[in-house]
């Protein structure tokens, strides 16, 4: 009778494993979307391109070495085959906790379930070197990262091992429940790396300091886009349960989605407020950013606080953001879409917040493991993006930015009716 009950847990657990691994797949769409409303309409194609094809990219670094640099995983360099049961359920019914205390779901959907975490990073750093970076220099940028740059340090928090073997994360109490640093943090050090070797847009700031706006092309889709983001985040954090095939895990799945949702919503009506303060307008772009900040802030940890301790928290990261999107300008850091803010400053609140709430967590750790995460991605990046501008160049010219990426590096106009006359 246990073995049936095995048989039907395993098969729930993977079953969730792979919709929740869906849900983040589906936030690639929302990247794209979001992305594509917060450019300009000369470079709407280009940044679709690059959502499509960082993708695809993500998906076969890790297939060839991210995956087992991460978790010394190598399983697939065998190919398919059929699955020992008689192994697996030993091997399980060996386990402390037996069959309820082990997570039980099969290799393929683990490995596919971080593959489209992966990406989620990469997705970050798209958006905030948009409107005037090389296509192909950005695509070699996705190798790296994806590659080599993300998942050694995901071997150092969630893989378990030693930080270049000299200490341990989880022995000084780091804590990431689903990844605010370990996924949003690190995309958005690389692309404050790559800003920073880009430079601004041509236009916009002037020798006096004035940031000059530059809005994005299509507010509905950008609108669209961020409740996409929304939806995949609930595969984000519930998927990071990593089952839910018994009472316990079921209720903590439900918990991670509540949460997720409160957040989430706190955010975006903290920062519509905050806006609506400092600029006397209902700004739209800081209610979608001020979601996603309070996305990203719960990240760490949505299963500890109670549902209005997570409205809050997902309320402070929607406030922070406004200011950092402001900061950023004056000291100009120009992010078209906010990337950094939302996912590099909200990343590290996020962080800060676990051990209000989860006792197994410490501030030190937290900080250690905040600060190993930025001096590893952005020092790694940075070697990367010089290198690719020293060798093909990173920046298009200044004539080729003000002609648009779309013709520039796609030759194809997003709108093509509204830019030139019809015959």
Sequence with gaps: MENHIFHLQYAMDTFYFLVCGALVMWMAAGFA??????????????????????????????????????????????GIREVDVEGVLADF???????????VYSGASDFFFQVVFVAT?????????????????????????????????????????????????????????????????????????????????????DSRGTVRAMPGANMPLATVGTFILWMGWFGFNGGSVLKMGDIGNAHAVALVFLNTNAAAAGGAVAALVVAKLMYGKADLTMLLNGALAGLVTITAEPLTPTPLLATLFGGIGGVLVVYSVRFLDRVRIDDPVGAISVHGTCGLLGLLLVPVTN?????????????????????????????????????????????????????????????????
């Design 93 to 103: 019914a060996t386990r402390e906790g037996g069959f309820e205390g082990a997570s």
């Design 33 to 78: 979307m979001l992305e594509a409303g917060l450019v300009r309409s000369k470079n709407t194609t280009e940044i679709l391109t690059k959502n499509a094809a960082l993708y695809a990219i993500s998906c076969i670094m890790y297939l060839i070495c991210g995956y087992l640099i991460m978790y010394d995983g190598t399983w697939f360099l065998s």
């Design 359 to 423: 006792e197994s967590a410490t501030f030190l750790g937290q900080c250690a493991g905040a600060a190993t995460i930025f001096a590893w991605v952005f020092s790694a990046s940075s070697v990367v993006w010089y290198l690719l501008k020293a060798v093909i160049g990173i920046r298009v010219s200044r004539e080729d930015e003000y002609m648009g990426m779309d013709i520039v590096d796609c030759g194809i106009d997003a709108y093509p009716e509204f830019t030139r006359s019809i015959p």
């Design 121 to 205: 990073a990469m997705s970050i750093v798209s958006g905030a070197v948009a409107e005037r970076m090389k296509l192909w220099a950005f695509l070699a940028f996705a190798v790296v990262m994806t590659g080599f740059i993300y998942p050694l340090e995901g071997s150092w928090t969630w893989g378990g091992a030693d930080v270049f073997g000299m200490f341990s994360l989880a022995d000084l109490g780091f804590s990431d429940f689903a990844g605010s640093g370990i996924v949003h943090m690190a995309g958005a050090t690389a692309a404050l790396s790559g800003v920073m070797f880009l430079g601004s847009r041509h236009g916009k700031y």
